[in-house]
């Protein structure tokens, strides 16, 4: 139960890499040092209060520089392999040591780094079309959902961790559903 467990909190905290890379690590440095959480062997780093500040810093400046036009598009270039390291390292942060380092290792690459590439990649294409639809004038409000929804995911994923991968399910049918719907809705209207 807790590999799962630890998965869940994994998987929610990767989630929130991909829409933000530093707000998940430090929210998970801030509940280390406030003894709410226990990062893995080898993973202590998180709960010393200097690598809790310069993630604090590098968040501020991360979430800033997503509200200057045109820099946000080009900051995603960067985050798309930071959130794939992010995730991965969020997940490896939570898993047991009920399985071996391999395993932890192999579930961390690919459900945590996976999860925060996947929600990165969604995130660009919403940046993409705000972009190319507003002129950049939007990516504001996408930018400021972003960031307060990385903040809320990583909490969360903390609380109630199998509640946030539950909710990510329903989540995930239900945007294949509609994109699916979609691509038939626009196969059927299409004149031959």
Not at 59 to 74: F, L, Q, R
Not at 109 to 136: C, D, P, W
Request: with cysteine; glycine share 10%; proline share 4%.
């Amino acid at each position: 139960m807790e590999t799962i467990l630890g998965l869940c909190i994994g998987i929610g905290l990767s989630a929130a890499c991909g829409f933000r890379v530093f707000v998940p690590l430090l929210v998970m440095s801030i509940a280390s040092l406030m003894g709410w959480f226990e990062p893995m062997q080898g993973f202590e780093w998180l709960a010393m209060p200097a690598v809790c500040l310069a993630l604090g810093i590098a968040t501020v400046c991360e979430i800033a520089a997503y509200y200057i036009p045109w820099v946000d598009n080009v900051l995603d270039t960067v985050s798309t392999p930071a959130a794939l390291i992010a995730g991965t390292l969020a997940t490896m942060a939570t898993s047991s040591g009920e399985m071996s380092q391999f395993a932890n290792w192999a579930a961390a690459i690919i459900v945590g780094g996976g999860t925060a590439s996947a929600v990165q990649l969604s995130t660009v294409a919403v940046r993409g079309i705000s972009t190319a639809t507003t002129g950049g004038i939007a990516n504001p409000v996408v930018s400021t959902g972003e960031w307060i929804g990385a903040l809320l995911l990583s909490v969360l994923s903390l609380i109630v961790p199998i509640l946030v991968v539950i909710v990510g399910l329903i989540a995930l049918v239900w945007v294949v559903r509609w994109l699916r719907e979609k691509k038939q809705n626009n196969i059927g209207s299409s004149p031959l």
